[in-house]
């Protein structure tokens, strides 16, 4: 396990996860819609883009440009897949995260 080279921030760690739910040739709005109704956390496109191009500089998303729609104003849609990379980034961080956590009860909060 490479965790230094592997290691996932948590905005790197939600990505990949939503793309792991959705499956493959996913929209930056399916990857958004889907982490708003998770986590209630809402992101702009903006930090759905940087973020995504910035795991595919690793190798772990690949993207391609999709065919252009009537919808989209004849524009075409990047759609991105969870690259096997990608798949075992999240694996180890997954574990190296339950490791940490192993044997560790929450302490009460102080009032």
Do not use: W
């Not at 930056?28 to 809402?42: D, F, Y």
């Not at 930090?47 to 252009?68: C, D, H, K, Q």
């Not at 075992?88 to 997954?94: I, K």
């Amino acid at each position: 396990m490479k965790i230094a080279h592997r290691h996932l921030g948590e905005l790197e760690q939600v990505l990949l996860l939503a793309l792991l739910r959705l499956g493959d040739a996913v929209s930056g709005g399916a990857i958004r819609r889907i982490i708003h109704e998770r986590t209630g956390r809402v992101l702009s496109p903006g930090a759905i883009y940087t973020g995504m191009n910035r795991l595919e500089r690793r190798g772990f998303v690949s993207s391609a440009l999709g065919e252009p729609t009537p919808q989209r104003g004849g524009k075409r849609q990047r759609c991105y897949r969870l690259t096997r990379a990608g798949a075992a980034a999240l694996r180890d961080m997954h574990a190296a995260l339950a490791e940490m956590a192993r044997d560790l009860q929450p302490k009460p909060a102080d009032r």
